[in-house]
């Protein structure tokens, strides 16, 4: 997901609960495009691989993501900004907070992509 706050959200894809984050982040990032302007994208570890590094600034985005532990050549990154991802997990929190969300009692993905967006559209005016 794609969000620009807490009640925010702009984008979402939804993805096999058995699949990496990183294949599906980076199908994200092409899908809202190439950015006129350099904007940061507030990342979690799961995307700080190479390929998903490259992706994001050739779209315009400024990657904002702790390197893991073990790489080799760690880099610096903005922590405050980085601060701000607890905003998008909240978001998250919010909309886990929606039960028909939370145990997707729906088998259709259409139903439960439709169920989502209701969800941030009542956050959103909530």
Partial sequence: ???????RAFEFILSPGNSHDAPQG?????????????????MDKAYEDDETWFIATSLGFSPVVPPKSNRKNPWEYDKELYKMRNEIERLFHIIQGFRRVFCRYDKLDNAYIGFIKIALIFVAIR
């Fill in 26 to 42: 980076r199908l994200l990032m092409e899908t809202v495009g190439k950015q006129k302007e350099v904007k940061p994208l507030i």
């Fill in 1 to 7: 997901m794609m969000a620009t706050g807490v009640k």
